[in-house]
């Protein structure tokens, strides 16, 4: 009764009470099931439930024994498909049967009848929550807590600090190094072959047709022991040879290329995807991830997509030999902004 | 000795074990008490309340299946060259997680399948508490006493993804690894600390040799303790409040009516796991899932086209596609990357919205009572629309993930599905709003034309005067409280508080009730239907 009478006094803000509502009618008369009302149907619903329950365990043994039937023989692809097609679908039959044979169980045999349980309010009884109270009060009274002032803040404080020493232990999450640094510096510099990915063989300056595109890497890559896949995250780049009449180069960027041949960071400006797919009557090229479109003819300048910056290039020259070398390093940092990036 | 006196002597042998064994464990753990207070507690029956038990039940699949896993999968990322089974990959240079996921795949007995129950069971999980959510949005089931209960599902929905996401990483196969790179430039924009969070999640550069197994143990221990730990929570705060139901004849807001634990609803229960664990274990022998064979091991250089995250990873790749170009600044040598902090900061207020609404509605509405009567989603006309915009707005951002196959598949310009989408983003959300408001209401419009005048026969009579007229039946009492038994407010009105003072915050509330209840259907009551009656007679 007392959780009923605090019910009644909390408000209803502004929901509607109309004393003339229709009154809920009580339960509806209880329907028969047919495994009720004949005791045929229900022998019969009981030898099926049984029946799919026998079928669940044939099932899982035949699930078993299919393993044999259909194993895995290494280096034969077909035969890990057919045991996984096989062997999976007798598991999924064997857990079906037993699934249906249980709710079928509970919706045509068991006691079909609803039942009604009373709700009480959430909030303990006035009793408990006076008690509890009173527990807060004598505990507090026992250790002082709000009369000891000092005490209590200092121990806030204590706890407040208690976490510091775990800053310092995760600083070596990564290397001692500063990343900035290392986002800076990629592995071209001067002299640098340019050279295919994966098989990194150098390429030639004639072998660049005009409209071809070339997936390169730098030739020192293949040096790389530590942090292979660091370096060539941020080495790789695109080369390309366009018609000279389609490429618009800026004034201070005129040496960078040669006879039409551009090299371009590979790694979108955007969020850090591979720029891998090139237009080549169009001069664009289009980031698979997010769609962010270059134009390889204006400086590979964002033509549309989330990208902010165009991809930065790569100064390129051609040895004596004839091979196509780097002039420098890129000469801004490659890949996703951040936030000393401009500095 | 007859059969049936065998029967019985041996039925009661068993219950005397029976009885043992209960006597000795009530002995030394209580646990009759236990029962006594959970055999019969009552569970209403309703479809939509299986969404929840889905997600359940696909965890428990998850748990088992990525049980099997750890004990083949390393996580590790040295460097080896393949020599499995898998001839087109053999002598490939590729992590040990790549090298022994191949392994597990094509050498381990019935790794594939447990490997694509995993996959296919987390797909499920995600979409099923999703759809869980949307269940209980739309009836209203978050009220008092359950907006704690609707904030921990919340939590589980993120971890969810959390969970998704880094298992998802786990093979550090190329598309996976391209889901890390997109990662890394999402974290790197984070004004100030972008490229130190970076370097410390990844131990170096992107990728370094760290990730794979740091994200492991995300994965198999600190992910799924916290599961576990809210998912106790959840259901102890189910059990407390006990279940919301539907309201029907019987029904109130006093009681529950349902089945008992004790036997119906455990059999069924359990039998719904049984059939949960089968359909999962059916996809995964018939359909693929994510084939890492196919794609290669990862390499920062290659993609293919039309990549795809997980489907719940979706919405958050979409809203990064629909930024227009160049939205970057720099200012005073600092960059401000616009086009990934936008996206970043609208998912997070979205899915702040989402955490918090249960407290929005219930300042609002100023209702302090309980509430265990789920709404039908037409009686709560705005919420139901509130609701269809958050879903078409989610939507807009799930399809913007696939702008590049719409693109291709239906012979569009990739520019032209962006722009329709972009604008999509900002219009749709108001048109499923003011479509969704006014269905609400003209079905509540429909259930009170039923109250009054009964349902329609399609019996067609002509009357003496030559006027053809459809018959009309009642609605028995039964079926009428299922249509007049829902909850009503009115806008609040603006009033002065103790100090005489109009607060910003009362002038918010009034105009936010007035939006939400200025346009409402009132449940028919005793008088309308007697004077409909009156006036038939």
Redesign the interface.
Known sequence: MADKSN?LE???????A?P?????????PEHQRVTDESPAREKGAERGVSFLFLLSAILSVAAFVL?FIFP?V????LS?RL???????A??????T??????????AL??GH??????H??RGDDATRSRAAEIFTEANKESGWTRRRVLRNSLIGALVAFPIPAIAL??D???SKS??E??NHTLWKKGVRLTR??NGVPIKASEVTIGSAF?V?PETLGDVEE????E???A?VLLMRLPLADLNEAEDRKGWSYDGIVAYS???T?????V??YEQQTHHL?C?????QFDVSNHCA????????PLPQLPIAVDAEGYLVAQSDFLEPV????????? | MTVATQNKQSSGRGMRFVGGVANYLDERTSLSGAVKFLG???FPDHWSFMLGEIALYSFVVILLSGTFLTFFYEPSMV?VHYNG???PLKGIQMSVAYSSTLDL??????G??MR?VHHWAALLFVASIGLHMLRVFFTGAFRK?REINWVIGFGLFILAMAEGFTGYSLPDDLLSG?GL??I???V?????????I?????????????IIPRLYVLHIMLLPALVIALLAVHLVLLI???HTQFAG????????????IL??FA??A??????????I??I???VTINPIWTYGP??????????QPDWYIGFA?GM?????????Y?AG???W?W??LTPIIVLMVFIIIVAIYPFIEAWI??????H?IADRPRNNPTRTAIGAAGVTFYGVLWAAAA??LFATHFRLT??GV?RTLQIFLIVGPIIAFWATKKIALALQRKDREMVLHGYESSRIVRLPGGEYQEIHYPLD??E??RL??Y??????QVRPNKRGKITVGTRMRASL?RFY?EDRI??????E?ESVHHGHH
């Open positions: 019910e909390v408000s209803a803000g502004s929901a509607v109309r003339d509502r229709l009154q809920n009618p009580g339960f509806e393993n895995i290494p280096g034969d692809l890990t045991n996984n097609l096989f062997v999976g679908i598991i999924a039959a064997g857990l079906l037993l699934g249906v044979g249980a709710v079928h169980w509970a919706k068991m006691h609803e039942l009604v349980e009373e709700r309010g959430t995760f600083r999450l990564a290397p990343p900035q290392l986002l990915d994966p997936h890497i942090g292979f896949l660091d060539k995250a941020k790789a590979k790694i979108c955007h969020v850090g995807c591979p891998a797919l289009l698979p991830c997010h769609q962010s964002v033509i549309f997509g989330p990208a902010a910056r890949g996703p902004s951040y936030w000393e990036r401009a500095r | 019969r507690k009552i460097e089974s898998y001839a795949t094509f050498d381990v007995r019935g594939l399948l694509q006493p391209n790179r997109i890394d430039g999402m790197k924009s984070i004004p100030g600390i972008g490229a130190w970076s370097y410390l999640l990844f131990g170096g550069e992107f990728p370094g040799d760290n407390v409040n006990k004849p019987g029904r109130t807001n006093e009681n529950v009516v349902g089945a008992p036997p119906v059999a069924k359990g039998g719904f796991f049984f059939l949960v664990f089968g359909v274990m059916a995964a022998s018939l990862y390499d920062p250089s290659p993609v293919s086209a039309g990549t790749d990064l596609r629909l930024i227009p170009s160049g939205w970057e720099v040598g600092d960059t990357s086009n990934i509405t100023g209702d302090k009572r309980e265990h702008s590049d990739i520019e962006i009492e039964y009428q409280w007049v038994s909850e009503e407010y009115a806008p609040a009730s209840f009132a449940p028919v009551t005793t008088k239907l």
